[in-house]
């Protein structure tokens, strides 16, 4: 879809009774003024990634950062609250993945952005009582220590820049958690670091698996099968 096609392009889904889609980039905000209702969550990320027909009228979700949060969940040794979070990045990912840990209960997350004004504009929204702090990546990178769970949200990392890195981890916490939402490669150079210091990791695959899954349940009502999601998604990746 052009994005000059898209009001048509939404008009002509409902008019013959799509249920629900997903919405990828570059629409996932542009979208928002075509959909009748905005959820919450959703219009606190500026961000839709999937829709559904409810009693005639298309809502916007977005599933990105909740399925973050599942995945992540799956490998903490403590609750979400108990954590000090740092994420590393500014962009959409960073937006909905912040605002989600916020949603869950999560009670300090700080950014560490390239530019300090970014970090500074996505947290200007929140309306919880978690503290936030905005480093730059020099700043997050001497107190390390401090965070029990380091989140790359860049795309600093990826193929074909598979030797780059966002950060040091020179001053980390033996035993951090250490997740990249990257999933190519399935290893970044930041998560072989990590792991080399003693850190768990968690590459992108869960929140890839889990976002999904969220968006069939709010389709189908019904849970899908998230274990073997994960398997087609690293067969399919040739992990």
């Known amino acids: 879809v052009r994005p000059e096609d898209l009001q048509d392009a939404i008009k002509g889904m409902k008019a013959i009774g799509i249920q629900g889609f997903n919405v990828t980039i570059p629409h996932k905000t542009d979208i928002m003024p075509f959909l009748d209702k905005i959820d919450s969550l959703a219009a606190e990320i500026g961000a839709i990634n999937t829709v559904k027909l409810e009693g005639g009228e298309y809502v916007g979700y977005n599933t990105d950062g909740l399925g973050f949060v599942k995945g992540i969940k799956e490998q903490l040794q403590s609750s979400l609250a108990d954590q000090k979070v740092l994420i590393v990045g500014a962009g959409g990912a960073a937006r909905g993945i912040y605002y989600s840990l916020l949603q869950e209960g999560a009670r300090h997350v700080d950014i560490a952005n390239r530019t300090i004004s970014k970090g500074e504009q996505l947290i200007a929204g ?24 380091i989140i790359n949200t860049t795309s600093i990392g990826m193929h074909p820049n598979i030797n780059e890195s966002p950060l040091s981890l020179k001053n980390m916490k033996p035993l951090a958690l250490v997740s990249d939402i990257i999933y190519n490669p399935l290893q970044t150079k930041l998560l072989k670091e990590a792991a080399n210091k003693g850190a768990l990791i968690q590459n992108g695959i869960p929140m890839f698996v889990h976002q999904g899954a969220l968006a069939f349940q709010l389709w189908t009502g019904k849970q899908p099968d998230t274990e073997r999601m994960r398997k087609i998604v690293l067969t399919k990746l040739g992990g």
């Open 126 to 149: 929140k309306t919880s009582e978690t503290k936030s702090v905005v480093f730059s990546i020099a700043e997050a990178e001497k107190i390390l220590s401090e965070y029990t769970l």
